[in-house]
Every structure is written in C-alpha cells, then in structure tokens.
C-alpha cells in the first residue's frame, strides 16, 4: 500500500490528507525514503529515454507476411436466422 502511496505522491495525485500522513512516516522510515529516490531516478530515467524507431522490415518479412495473410482460411460469420 506504501508503495502505491508514493507513487501517486511523486505524480501529485494522493490526496492532501494522504500527503500530510505519507510524509510524517517518511520523516521516520529509510527504506521508504531509499525506494522513493529509486523511484525518482527511475521516473527520470524513463522520461530521458528515447525509443529509436524500428527499421522498416526485410523484404523477406514482409514477403513472408503477404503470404501468411493470403493462404490465411477466412472464417465466415454465421448469421442468425431472424423469425
């Protein structure tokens, strides 16, 4: 439940209540305030990092796609009989 509790902390979305309660335990807890850092370097990690962009495929993949979607069998819906 702490753990939860932090995280809506550091989005500011615990309520104030909530806040006021979570940061008096804090003032007496170091392994809440150890995982809160870790947790605020671990934010920050993820909003510097930049996903490069996927290659586009292979010819061969994309071949390979084309034909798996071809000889795919259709499946037909089966339509109810109204009356």
């Known amino acids: 439940m702490i753990f939860a509790a ?4 550091l989005d500011g979305t615990l309520p104030p209540r909530n806040c006021r309660e979570l940061q008096k335990h804090l003032s007496g807890c170091d392994p809440c305030l150890q995982y809160l850092e870790t947790l605020k370097k671990t934010i920050r990690a993820c909003q510097l990092y930049q996903a490069a962009p996927a290659p586009p495929p292979s010819t061969a993949v994309r071949e390979a796609f084309i034909k798996a979607l071809s000889t795919r069998p259709v499946r037909r819906a089966r339509l109810r009989k109204v009356g």
């Open 6 to 9: 932090l995280s809506e902390f």
